[in-house]
């Protein structure tokens, strides 16, 4: 367990007309005893004779996957010095899965796109090599890059993964619907979430569709400027036990309880295969609303606007916050690329070669307009191509706003958890024992908080 | 006969190179994973390869067995064998008694009862996953809509598991008791009927009775298929569902333990011994209880 | 004297005939009656499949969902058979299959000759360790040989996929018994004739046994045609060794919202099934109850 000083953070907020910038500095003071990073070996890139291959890990499906199809094609025709070879893995628990398989069979590619839930896991597994050392090698300006998503994922003021395809839950919902119940415009908080699925319910027009997805909780939580585990949200050091059964957290679980409770709500796993239930459920005119992750956004638009569905037209707005005023903001999420320490330093160069490339201000900006995660920079952002795009498809935009705004503290930055997988989960079976089991809202949140520390101490325990 | 000694060491020769082969593979594949789960049942493995593991002794048994999601995986087991094997059993035998006569259309009833053998796992779960569905299926429209649907449900989704593995299973269950049917003698029944014991009572008196190497061979059979249950729950539940939906049968938890969202070995070997014990039990209890009863023709 | 009551002796049969002939026709109704609900059972579900897999998606999002297709959508099978990869899924569980069904009768034929034919030391002692391992259902070694395949670096192989299978006790028990049911003058007359042991065997045991050995092999064939958890822990991320049952599975991950493509997989992948099923029956009940019948 490294020592790891504390994260000085500073948020100043502009408003400038239209658009809200806000910057934050983070300054990490560099650990006392442990830290030296170990070497990125970019001179290994150059020595090589001949294309280095690598394979590259991924997660994505249908259109995000097409798209990125796209961008390793150019990559690939636009120099000779590394091919990069796709390998599609279909999910992130999928790609994760692998990776501990590969710890073993000696497996690893180059490189991988592994989820927001994995990161203490990578660092813990010692079989990365953080991107933090081939940044200061290669002088990599990371200054335009929005401060939360890199903040994600620095443990211990080291960055641990390079964030590329990163998003944010959004609120979707049908905008027929909406007028037809007589609804103006889409709620900005919880409550106003509730009282407008009352008002669908009884105009007949569907309800909500609410996800089991303990990302979404993490969200409602870190809008309310609410940590999730200790130590600094795991981010000062390991975490050892949680801290959200407060009274932020009841108030969460007992909404929750009452717009399920009350028939206005129906629900759905977030993995399997009902993980798109609550979407689709839009489409056949169940719900007129849900909440999801903006990478969906691509997909999604495809499906409502093939003209199948006529009386859908898809609307986008932001995550509804927990409370008016919201003191925090919501993290991000989505994914990263890691570089393995497993594979020849060659490979390993290449790695970075190729992911910076994908990070430039260009290619972020076609994959957020092909895609629906954001643009992770603003000099992405402010590119004509993105400009455009999102003035004809506003929806786009929700989430970038979403993340370049509000304050960047350890809250907002997110939790940082070794068995997060498992952790999610306990929260999500702890929610839906309020809907299908009867429990109170203050008894399900307590038996969460215990079964998740007893999760993070079993594997403190192992480690 | 006998054989010089020359000619007897060729013989042990020869059997040794015939028994090799599956030897091997067994020694390899069966008994040295087997007995490595009881050497492995006693560390406390790390998160990741590469880290250390660490002795605990029978504490970790102690500490698996007594966890409450230990407990569940027990009882969710448990109702799912009790739930398929008896059901599926009757209504093959129900089945097979129908079409055991030599009527008009047997032959095509006959294929149709058994198709359901030759329906691999991953068909059977797709077909009834979709029904199943809330959105596409087929049962809002028959007024089954609840909330949450039924795979989603912790009280239903066992259940309906368990219907989509009857199914399945209907067909090797109709076809062992049909054979079992064909086999019997026809001369006994003849007897019975004659001295005037209706149909009921032959069925009962007589022909299950006459039936119990079958039936005992079925629950075997049926038992074994039971607890191998393992694809439907993966591509219907999925495995971060799965314990809070009360599917997460022992083979499905040992699952999770190998390749889950936290591999633990240590605790898959724990498992994977709770598992054979169970099996043992069970087989052990059919035979005490059933082939006692079983009645052998001309014994 | 009591009045006399006693039954008459010579009641005409024809009531009791009308009678028994009423209930034989009862009994045949309600014998056609269970028939046909069972075959309902049995036929619904997989002719919804079909249908719902010529189904245009919105068409599935219907309360009723149509019970014919209106509109039938061929290209679902094309597209499942080639973004589902479902011809390479055939293949490898073809290759799969084979080679397991080969090798388990190739090791069972041996060990059970051994068994019937030959005498030699600790014979009994062999054959109860071969019988133990009937004991030891597969599900409970999985653990240990996943980390065996895998140091081996057999993970993603084909002889990954299927060596751990190629012995089975079954097989030797079931063929044991059937040798052991020769005609014990067959062994006789082959040893006066100059066979050795190995003539005995091709030239005498195996054309004899041909249905059991068929039987096995249908045996064989379904279990590892229908297996799951193995390939899906010894897959890797590509289609190289991806059989039928993990190709479906993620057939159906991937189409979560073409539920009518995913199906029309299923449908692929079981109709050659039904076929060889119409084709094989006799072997096929042969072989499940084996072991049944006394």
């Given at each position: 367990m490294r020592p790891i000083k504390s994260l000085t953070a500073l948020a100043l907020s502009a408003t400038l007309g239209a658009s809200m910038l806000s910057t934050v500095v983070l300054s990490a003071a560099p650990a006392g005893a442990a830290s030296s990073l170990p070497a990125c070996p970019t001179s290994a890139l150059s020595k090589a004779s001949g294309t280095v291959n690598i394979d590259f890990w991924e997660a994505m499906t249908r259109a995000n996957e097409t798209a990125l199809e796209g961008l390793v094609a150019n990559y690939n025709s636009s120099q000779s010095k590394v091919h990069v070879n796709l390998v599609q893995q279909g999910g992130y628990d999928v790609t994760w899965s692998k990776w501990q398989a590969g710890l073993t069979t000696g497996g690893l590619p180059a490189m991988a796109m592994i989820g927001d839930s994995n990161l203490q896991g990578a660092v813990d597994s010692k079989s990365i090599l953080p991107v933090q050392s081939c940044i200061n090698a290669t002088k990599y300006n990371t200054k335009t890059f929005l401060p939360r998503v890199l903040s994600y994922w620095k443990v211990g003021g080291v960055q641990q993964g390079l964030p590329f395809n990163v998003s944010a839950p959004i609120f979707y919902y049908n905008t027929q619907a909406f007028s037809k119940a007589g609804i103006a415009k889409p709620p900005a908080t919880l409550p106003e979430l509730i009282a407008d699925a009352k008002i669908l319910k009884s105009k007949g027009q569907g309800t909500m569709g609410l996800k089991l997805d303990a990302w979404h909780l993490e969200a409602w939580l870190a809008t309310a400027n609410q940590l999730f585990v200790n130590n600094g949200n795991g981010r000062q050091s390991r975490a050892t036990s949680s801290v959200f059964n407060t009274s932020t957290g009841r108030s969460l679980f007992t909404q929750l309880k009452a717009l399920v409770g009350s028939g206005n709500a129906g629900t759905n796993p977030a993995?399997?295969?009902?993980?798109?239930d609550n979407l689709l459920g839009i489409g056949a005119g169940k719900y007129s609303m849900t909440i999801d992750t903006s990478a969906a956004l691509g997909t999604i638009s495809q499906l409502l606007g093939s003209g199948q569905y006529p009386n859908v037209t898809l609307g986008v707005a932001p995550f509804p916050t927990l409370?008016?005023?919201?003191?925090g903001a919501t993290q991000a999420g989505g994914a990263a690329l890691y570089i393995s320490n497993k594979v020849p330093a060659a490979q390993q160069a290449a790695a970075w070669n190729f992911m910076s490339w994908l990070d430039s201000a260009e290619n972020q900006a076609t994959w957020s307009t092909e895609t629906g995660y954001i643009p992770i920079r603003t000099d992405a952002a402010s590119t004509s191509k993105v400009q455009t795009y999102w003035a004809a498809n506003p929806g786009y935009k929700v989430p970038y706003t979403m993340l370049s705004t509000g304050v960047t503290n350890n809250a907002t930055s997110g939790a940082v958890v070794g068995p997060y997988d498992q952790v999610r989960i306990a929260i999500a079976n702890a929610e839906n024992s309020m809907y299908t089991g009867g429990a109170s809202p203050k008894t399900a949140l307590s038996k969460a908080s215990t079964t998740v520390n007893s999760i993070i101490a079993k594997y403190n325990s192992r480690i | 006969m006998i054989l010089t000694p020359k000619a007897r060491r060729k013989n042990w020769g020869l059997a040794a190179l015939f028994l090799f082969p599956s030897l091997f593979i067994f020694g390899v594949f069966t008994f040295y994973p087997f007995f490595e789960n009881f050497r492995l049942a006693m560390f406390q493995t790390p998160p990741y390869p590469g880290l250390p593991s660490k002795y605990i002794g029978f504490s970790q048994y102690a500490s698996i067995l007594s966890s409450s999601e230990f407990m569940q995986s027990l009882l969710s087991t448990l109702f799912f064998v009790l739930l398929v094997v008896p059901t599926g059993l009757l209504l093959g035998l129900a089945l097979a008694v129908a079409a055991h006569k030599a009527l008009r259309g047997m032959a095509i009833f006959r294929v149709i009862f058994s198709s359901t053998v030759v329906t691999s796992v991953a068909v059977g779960a797709l077909i009834f996953g979709t029904l199943m569905n809330p959105i596409v299926g087929f049962l809002p429209w028959l007024g089954i809509n609840p909330n949450p649907p039924l795979l989603q449900s912790p009280t239903w989704a066992l259940p309906s598991i368990a219907a989509m593995a009857i199914w399945q299973f209907l067909g090797l269950s109709f076809i062992v008791m049909l054979a079992g049917l064909q086999s019997l003698p026809d001369d006994v029944l003849e007897a019975s009927r004659v001295d005037g014991a209706g149909a009921w009572t032959t069925f009962w008196r007589v022909t299950v009775p006459m039936l119990s190497p079958t039936i005992f061979f079925g629950l075997v059979v049926g038992t074994i298929y039971a607890f191998q249950t393992f694809g439907q729950i993966d591509i219907l539940i999925g495995s971060q569902n799965a314990s809070q939906l009360h599917v997460n049968v022992l083979l499905y938890y040992i699952y999770q333990s190998i390749q889950g969202t936290n591999p633990d070995p240590g605790q898959a070997a724990v498992l994977s011994i709770v598992l054979f014990v169970i099996i043992l039990i069970f087989t052990l209890l059919q035979l005490r209880f059933v082939e006692r009863r079983v009645h052998y023709a001309g014994k | 004297m009591p009045a006399s009551s006693a039954p008459p002796q010579l009641a005409s049969p024809a009531p009791k005939v009308t009678h028994h002939l009423l209930n034989y026709r009862l009994r045949l109704i309600a014998r056609y009656l269970i028939l046909t609900l069972g075959s309902l059972i049995v036929i619904i579900p997989i002719y919804l499949a079909i249908v719902n897999s010529l189904l245009v998606p919105s068409q599935l999002?219907?309360?009723?969902?149509?019970?014919?297709?209106?509109?039938?959508?061929?290209?679902t099978y094309p597209d499942a058979w080639s973004s589902g990869h479902l011809g390479v899924y055939i293949r490898n569980s073809l290759i799969q299959t084979i080679i397991i069904v080969s090798l388990q009768i190739v090791t069972s034929v041996l060990a059970a000759f051994a068994f019937a034919f030959l005498e030699f030391p600790f014979k009994r002692t062999l054959f109860v360790i071969f019988l133990s391992t009937l004991m030891i259902p597969f599900e409970v070694t999985v653990t240990q040989n996943l980390s065996t395949i895998s140091s081996l670096g057999w993970m993603n192989t084909f002889q990954g996929l299927t060596v751990p299978f190629l012995a089975t006790g079954f097989g030797v028990f079931l063929l044991r018994q059937a040798f052991l049911s020769l005609p014990p003058e067959l062994r006789e007359a082959a040893l006066l004739d100059g066979y050795g042991n190995v003539r005995f065997l091709t030239r005498v045991v195996l054309p004899l046994s041909r249905p059991v050995i068929a039987a096995l092999a249908v045996f064989s064939f379904l279990g590892s045609w229908n297996q799951y958890l193995w390939p899906l822990l010894v897959s890797g991320n590509d289609n190289k060794i991806r059989t039928v049952q993990i190709g479906l599975k993620q057939l159906a991950a991937t189409q979560l919202d073409q539920i009518n493509v995913s199906l029309a997989g299923t449908v692929i992948a079981f109709l050659p099934l039904i076929i060889l099923l119409i084709i094989f029956q006799k072997q096929l009940v042969r072989s499940l109850t084996a072991g049944s019948v006394k």
């Open positions: 993995n399997g295969a009902s993980a798109y409370k008016a005023n919201p003191q | - | 999002a219907h309360q009723p969902p149509p019970f014919f297709p209106t509109n039938p959508q061929w290209h």
